[in-house]
């Protein structure tokens, strides 16, 4: 049955359910997340950057030197393995010697090249927590790499001079060899020899050109064009990425407990859950908007006008159920306001009504009756049960308390209970019983017992898992069960004082003879 509450979400959105009734864990979470975010961005060292920008000279013996057939991509090919050069540990050794205490892997780690596209430029860059530390090494590897490219320069060169001393030797002895020949032999001997004396004396001028190249070479393997720049903070990022990794973690977190906390404490939230769980729903107290608590409006109205709806529809729904049960979800104690307010609806519609009410009532409690009454009449088979019957303020309403005997809750059954209470129903009376937690075992014997289980489910408090217990006791053979809803800010409980204490000295007082009055 359709009731006027708010619809839940549904089975396809249980992480949004669980957000929006845990949203505090939610957000502690991630209030959590964040600061643990901003602590680690602020313990985490920051990182100063320096900048110089190298101009590689194509120098004698250099592998990239520009010829007839050199292309582009030959040299930036080359410019790549200089900067493997300038990153090897060779030059980076030199800075670390400089520049105690720092080690060569230190080094290596803070230091990075970039080759600018189509340039003969290597731009070298150092990090550390200090910018000016950062600064000077930058300016120290520079100046390094720079020496150690003229010096291999000067190497290659000194050994390409040696090759071409070695070859002009090796030239001049074939030369010489060559011209003595020539004056020896026959005529075609003569003739090759001057012949080859020619042409040695070709590649011996060859050579020496050569040599005075090599030796007068003196071009520049490159320099810096800019110098190491100011250190400047790096990694700006990265502290926003651990904010924003915190607040993700803590949201994260936070939903997973809400989703545990739905799981294990997950409480019904409105009239269509109780639906969805199995349990048809007759009535349901409407939720009390925020205007109404701040009107500081009365529940009375919208509770009254529920327990009308309820007893219309108990009577739309089976108009033969004569004894109804109130038991609450779960294991809890009975639902003494609901009942009292159910049994009053009946008697002001005009029905004889018997509210059997739980044990340990007293007369403060508004409904107080004497200690004997219903458990006495289950030991005790000679006791009638209409006779124990107490009057109120309300003509067709009559109060049966449960009693003390101990006894009773060993001869409690559904059977023998309804055999107890048979009395009152064949006079006429509609039985309203006070039943603890239906999960309970007495309350399991007395819905047992009735025509109808009325079961309270109270939003906010009634926990998901009882109500899906409820449905348990659903069956072709077992008691009608539907639920009554109401929501915990909205009080149910009785509208008039009907005590018996209240109640006036009348000649038809029911105490006299409750089987012999008649509706109104």
Request: hydrophobic share 45%; net charge negative; proline share 7%.
């Given at each position: 049955?359709?009731?006027?509450?708010?619809?839940?979400?549904?089975?396809?959105?249980?992480?949004?359910?669980?957000?929006?009734?845990?949203?505090?864990?939610?957000?502690?979470?991630?209030?959590?997340?964040?600061?643990?975010?901003?602590?680690?961005?602020?313990?985490?060292?920051?990182?100063?950057?320096?900048?110089?920008?190298?101009?590689?000279?194509?120098?004698?013996?250099?592998?990239?030197?520009?010829?007839?057939?050199?292309?582009?991509?030959?040299?930036?090919?080359?410019?790549?393995?200089?900067?493997?050069?300038?990153?090897?540990?060779?030059?980076?050794?030199?800075?670390?010697?400089?520049?105690?205490?720092?080690?060569?892997?230190q080094l290596q780690n803070g230091a990075s090249i970039t080759v600018p596209a189509n340039t003969q430029i290597l731009q070298l860059s150092y990090a550390a927590a200090d910018p000016d530390v950062a600064q000077q090494i930058t300016d120290a590897w520079s100046a390094a790499y720079l020496s150690n490219r003229d010096r291999r320069a000067v190497e290659v060169n000194a050994e390409r001079i040696t090759r071409v001393e070695s070859q002009t030797q090796t030239v001049v002895d074939d030369l010489r060899a060559a011209t003595t020949g020539s004056q020896r032999g026959t005529a075609e001997e003569r003739a090759f020899q001057l012949e080859l004396a020619g042409a040695l004396r070709n590649e011996l001028v060859s050579l020496r050109a050569q040599r005075s190249y090599?030796?007068?070479?003196?071009?520049?393997?490159?320099?810096?064009?800019?110098?190491?720049?100011?250190?400047?903070?790096?990694?700006?990022?990265?502290?926003?990425?651990?904010?924003?990794?915190?607040?993700?973690?803590?949201?994260?977190?936070?939903?997973?407990?809400?989703?545990?906390?739905?799981?294990?404490?997950?409480?019904?939230?409105?009239?269509?859950?109780?639906?969805?769980?199995?349990?048809?729903?007759?009535?349901?107290?409407?939720?009390?908007?925020?205007?109404?608590?701040?009107?500081?409006?009365?529940?009375?109205?919208?509770?009254?006008?529920?327990?009308?709806?309820?007893?219309?529809?108990?009577?739309?729904?089976?108009?033969?159920?004569?004894?109804?049960?109130?038991?609450?979800?779960?294991?809890?104690?009975?639902?003494?306001?609901?009942?009292?307010?159910?049994?009053?609806?009946?008697?002001?519609?005009?029905?004889?009504?018997?509210?059997?009410?739980?044990?340990?009532?007293?007369?403060?409690?508004?409904?107080?009756?004497?200690?004997?009454?219903?458990?006495?009449?289950?030991?005790?088979?000679?006791?009638?049960?209409?006779?124990?019957?107490?009057?109120?303020?309300?003509?067709?309403?009559?109060?049966?308390?449960?009693?003390?005997?101990?006894?009773?809750?060993?001869?409690?059954?559904?059977?023998?209970?309804?055999?107890?209470?048979?009395?009152?129903?064949?006079?006429?009376?509609?039985?309203?019983?006070?039943?603890?937690?239906?999960?309970?075992?007495?309350?399991?014997?007395?819905?047992?017992?009735?025509?109808?289980?009325?079961?309270?489910?109270?939003?906010?408090?009634?926990?998901?898992?009882?109500?899906?217990?409820?449905?348990?006791?659903?069956?072709?053979?077992?008691?009608?069960?539907?639920?009554?809803?109401?929501?915990?800010?909205?009080?149910?409980?009785?509208?008039?004082?009907?005590?018996?204490?209240?109640?006036?000295?009348?000649?038809?007082?029911?105490?006299?003879?409750?089987?012999?009055?008649?509706?109104?």
């Open positions: 049955m359709q009731s006027d509450t708010t619809p839940a979400p549904t089975a396809a959105r249980p992480l949004l359910g669980a957000v929006r009734h845990h949203v505090l864990v939610v957000v502690l979470c991630l209030i959590g997340g964040l600061l643990i975010g901003w602590l680690a961005a602020a313990a985490r060292p920051a990182t100063y950057e320096s900048t110089a920008h190298v101009l590689v000279n194509p120098t004698v013996g250099n592998p990239f030197a520009p010829t007839p057939v050199s292309v582009r991509q030959d040299e930036l090919t080359s410019l790549e393995t200089e900067a493997q050069v300038a990153r090897s540990a060779e030059v980076l050794g030199e800075v670390a010697a400089e520049n105690p205490p720092l080690t060569l892997r090599l030796e007068n070479s003196d071009a520049p393997a490159g320099s810096v064009i800019s110098s190491a720049s100011t250190a400047t903070e790096t990694d700006t990022l990265t502290p926003l990425l651990m904010l924003a990794g915190g607040a993700l973690g803590g949201l994260l977190l936070g939903c997973l407990i809400a989703i545990a906390l739905e799981r294990l404490t997950g409480v019904v939230r409105s009239a269509p859950e109780v639906e969805a769980a199995g349990l048809p729903v007759l009535a349901a107290v409407p939720a009390r908007g925020l205007a109404a608590t701040l009107r500081r409006t009365p529940s009375s109205t919208a509770v009254e006008a529920t327990i009308r709806r309820l007893r219309t529809r108990i009577l739309d729904r089976d108009r033969t159920a004569k004894i109804i049960a109130v038991a609450p979800a779960g294991s809890r104690g009975p639902e003494t306001g609901v009942s009292e307010a159910v049994a009053e609806s009946f008697a002001k519609a005009g029905h004889r009504v018997v509210l059997v009410r739980a044990g340990g009532a007293t007369a403060t409690d508004g409904l107080g009756v004497e200690e004997r009454g219903l458990a006495e009449a289950l030991v005790h088979d000679r006791l009638r049960v209409l006779e124990m019957l107490q009057p109120s303020v309300e003509p067709l309403l009559c109060l049966l308390p449960w009693g003390s005997n101990p006894q009773s809750s060993e001869l409690l059954d559904a059977g023998r209970l309804r055999t107890v209470l048979k009395p009152l129903v064949d006079a006429g009376h509609l039985v309203v019983l006070q039943s603890p937690g239906i999960d309970t075992a007495e309350g399991e014997a007395v819905v047992g017992a009735a025509d109808l289980g009325l079961v309270v489910v109270t939003t906010g408090r009634t926990r998901a898992r009882d109500v899906t217990q409820a449905t348990t006791h659903i069956g072709p053979n077992a008691t009608a069960l539907a639920a009554l809803v109401i929501d915990r800010r909205n009080s149910v409980g009785r509208t008039r004082q009907v005590t018996a204490a209240d109640a006036p000295d009348r000649e038809d007082s029911v105490a006299h003879d409750p089987a012999t009055r008649s509706p109104r």
